[in-house]
């Protein structure tokens, strides 16, 4: 029974070691600089999980523009731009953030910053599907009060 006990944790080290002795770098989080930011962004419609529910899905354009539809179908027109090795989104004066965009193991999300650039101590919203479809919302409208 000793013998059967030392195979099994023998067995279960070996394991656990094979798991770690990947590259470093495959083990270790990395945080997306500007530029890679833009290249994993532009274009892409980013699918959200948000303590393991579903957060929305927000489509980048190209030209800075983002559109988020919410779990709801409520839809939000804003903007997005990415600054040294962080990523904001405005969307009016009440709805705003910037975060760092993290990658582990190929899995990637959204850590929150505070306002002067500090970490946050919100949860991070993770990026569980990556496509280059829109979010499916109306175009944005424009009220007559926006016009000149």
């Known amino acids: 029974m000793i013998r059967r006990l030392f195979s099994g944790l023998t067995l279960a080290a070996g394991l656990a070691t094979a798991a770690l002795s990947g590259p470093l770098s495959e083990r270790v989080e ?4 500007e530029d890679e930011i833009r290249d994993f962004t532009a274009g892409k419609t980013f699918h959200y999980t948000l303590r393991g529910e579903p957060r929305g899905a927000e489509q980048h354009f190209t030209d800075g523009r983002v559109t988020w539809r919410l779990p709801d179908g409520t839809c939000m027109h804003g903007v997005w731009v990415a600054r040294e090795e ?12 910037c975060w760092n965009v993290v990658e582990f193991a190929g899995v990637h999300r959204h850590a929150p910053l ?18 280059e479809e829109p979010v499916g919302c109306a175009p944005q409208q424009l009220a007559f009060s926006d016009l000149p």
């Open 30 to 33: 990395r945080i997306l600089s």
């Open 114 to 131: 505070e306002p002067d650039g500090t970490r946050g101590t919100g949860p991070s919203v993770y990026i569980n599907r990556i496509s």
């Open 86 to 97: 962080t990523l904001c989104y405005y969307y009016g004066a009440a709805r705003y953030g």
